[in-house]
């Protein structure tokens, strides 16, 4: 899942993105990152509507190579309402992935 520049700034680094790199060492499978997240937007408080509404401007895809997967594993920390992962396979989508499965360590 990936995370604002300013909250990367602000916290020095993307705990669901060290969850991946782990996971993709250890499984001998490749990290794809091909989105960023444009800004930073609290969700907290928001109701689930709200959450769906505000969150799909939030991700922009960026490929850094031509190279797709069809097959692809968001990994977040937590998730609470979805609303963050279905906006991202919704991008993930438009890049050609068919099946995306997501991957948390809480849920809230």
Same mark, same amino acid.
């Given at each position: ?7 990367? /700034? ?5 705990? $669901? /993105? ?14 794809w ?5 444009k /800004?930073?937007?609290?969700?907290k ?7 769906? &509404?505000?969150?799909?401007d ?16 968001i ?5 609470? &309402?979805?609303?963050?992962?279905? $906006?991202?396979?919704?991008?993930? /989508? &438009? ?6 499965? $997501?991957f948390?360590?809480?849920? $809230?």
């Open positions: 899942m990936p995370i604002s520049t300013s909250r990367l /700034h602000q916290r020095g680094y993307n705990q $669901a /993105h060290l969850i991946a790199k782990h996971l993709s060492q250890k499984y001998n499978i490749p990290l990152t091909p989105i960023k997240r /800004h930073e937007h609290s969700q408080g928001l109701s689930r509507v709200e959450r769906l &509404t505000h969150i799909e939030q991700f922009e895809i960026v490929p850094s190579s031509p190279l797709r997967y069809r097959k692809v594993l990994v977040d920390d937590v998730i609470t &309402t979805g609303s963050s992962i279905f $906006a991202l396979k919704n991008k993930l /989508h &438009t890049l050609g992935c068919n099946h995306v499965e $997501a948390c360590i809480a849920a $809230a």
